[in-house]
Nanobody, 126 residues
Framework: QVQLVESGGGLVQPGGSLRLSCAAP????????IGWFRQAPGKKREGVSC????????TYAESVKDRFTISRDSTGNTVYLQMNRLKPEDTAKYYC???????????????????WGRGTQVTVSS
């Protein structure tokens, strides 16, 4: 079973920055589109950003555009989510997953059919 691993979450003040990482030890991510999702308590999971595998396409939720940037390292096997100008409403558990990028839904992934990580908590609070 492939397990994605997220890291980089933490507590940050409003206006601060964090960089999340997503990797899968022993597994090649560069052949997969990778999406970042988040879920806050009592809220539905939402797609935050997505990086396609081959054509360089990236997608972003409107709520994070111009603040978050998704990228990959030179091997394509680690996917980053740089989060700047963080707001309290960005507080959530963030997950990365394989799937596909979508212009409307940002990222699409199905637990059971795709590979997911266990998440990393991001808390934005003063």
């Amino acid at each position: 079973q492939v397990q994605l691993v997220e890291s980089g979450g933490g507590l940050v003040q409003p206006g601060g920055s964090l960089r999340l990482s997503c990797a899968a030890p022993g597994f090649t991510l560069r052949d997969y589109a990778i999406g970042w999702f988040r879920q806050a308590p009592g809220k539905k999971r939402e797609g935050v950003s997505c990086s396609s595998s081959s054509d360089g396409i990236t997608t972003y939720a409107e709520s994070v555009k111009d603040r978050f940037t998704i990228s990959r390292d030179s091997t394509g096997n680690t996917v980053y989510l740089q989060m700047n100008r963080l707001k309290p409403e960005d507080t959530a558990k963030y997950y990365c997953a394989t799937g596909y990028c979508d212009a409307t839904k940002v990222a699409v992934s199905e637990r059971g059919n795709d590979y997911w990580g266990r998440g990393t908590q991001v808390t934005v609070s003063s």
